[in-house]
């Protein structure tokens, strides 16, 4: 009898009312995607490993990467559907580095897709940035396409290579800007100087927050460049650079976003502000 196949949830996006989405690593070394009908299991159910490993039914053999639970006319949980489906991913590989997922192991959580990570590729700890799900997928695009024209400026940091999911590229590796601290109302005039780079790239950031200005040395390094696009106003140039004194000194996580014109671009430069 074949064994049971184990499973680690990985990311989830939980909600009772409407569908719930998990990402899942399948007996150590298989990535799949499930979605939970609503109403077929409590949020409490869903929200702990060990009790959703109880409640799943088992999970379904062959290949597949995209399944659907929900419960049967009896009011059983069941697989309702299993594809093998091809999810977007970011399509601008332009490094020649490519680095799979197993071959990382996270470490430190730094923001919602940031982590610190070991990887035997590089000596030291890198920073990995991701997306797990699809739909958020063009803002993956717009960053590794932000960091291709970034590359060899010193503006941000280094660009390492591309994050794969077997085989699919979803996010990317970049160096760690080590003893750095976010930036503060002290840190105007190196702030200033990074941003001034920038612009004269013809690139507007979308978002000077003190924590997207990391100081070392007298020095700062821009990061988060997911809202970051090309721009020919001089105008929108002059208003990020004048908002920066407000932006260092306001001390909420989030704070310091400039509210610019809303943008419509096409894939892979649109960027979605509910994901700050």
Request: glycine share 8%.
């Amino acid at each position: 009898m074949a064994s049971r196949p184990t499973f680690e949830v990985l990311d989830c996006s939980v909600d009772e009312e409407e569908e719930s989405y998990f990402r899942l690593l399948v007996d150590s070394k298989q990535i799949k995607y499930l979605t939970i009908s609503p109403g077929t299991f409590k949020n409490a159910e869903m929200c702990f490993d060990p009790t959703l490993k109880t409640v799943l039914p088992r999970l379904p053999a062959g290949n597949w990467n995209d399944g659907t639970v929900t419960r049967d006319e009896d009011g059983r949980p069941t697989f309702t559907r299993i594809n093998l489906t091809e999810f977007d991913g970011v399509e601008n590989t332009w490094h020649e580095t490519f680095v799979e997922w197993g071959e990382m192991e996270l470490e430190k959580n730094l923001h919602i897709t940031t982590y610190e990570v070991k990887c035997p590729r590089f000596e030291d700890i890198v920073v990995a940035k991701f997306e797990s799900w699809h739909w958020y997928m063009y803002s993956m695009e717009n960053e590794t396409k932000v960091y291709q024209w970034l590359d060899g400026h010193g503006i941000g940091p280094r660009f390492l290579g591309h994050l794969t999911e077997h085989g699919r590229v979803i996010g990317f590796l970049i160096e760690r800007i080590s003893n750095a601290r976010p930036a503060g109302t002290e840190d105007v005039e190196p702030c200033r100087e990074a941003l001034s780079q920038l612009h004269a790239l013809g690139l507007l950031h979308g978002d000077i927050n003190r924590h997207n200005f990391l100081i070392r040395d007298g020095k700062a390094t821009l990061i988060d460049f997911s809202t970051t696009r090309k721009c020919d106003d001089e105008d929108m140039f002059r208003e990020e650079m004048e908002a920066l004194p407000d932006c260092l000194a306001d001390t909420w996580n989030n704070g310091g976003k400039v509210e610019l014109e809303p943008f419509h671009g096409t894939y892979g430069e649109m960027t979605d502000p509910d994901r700050l």
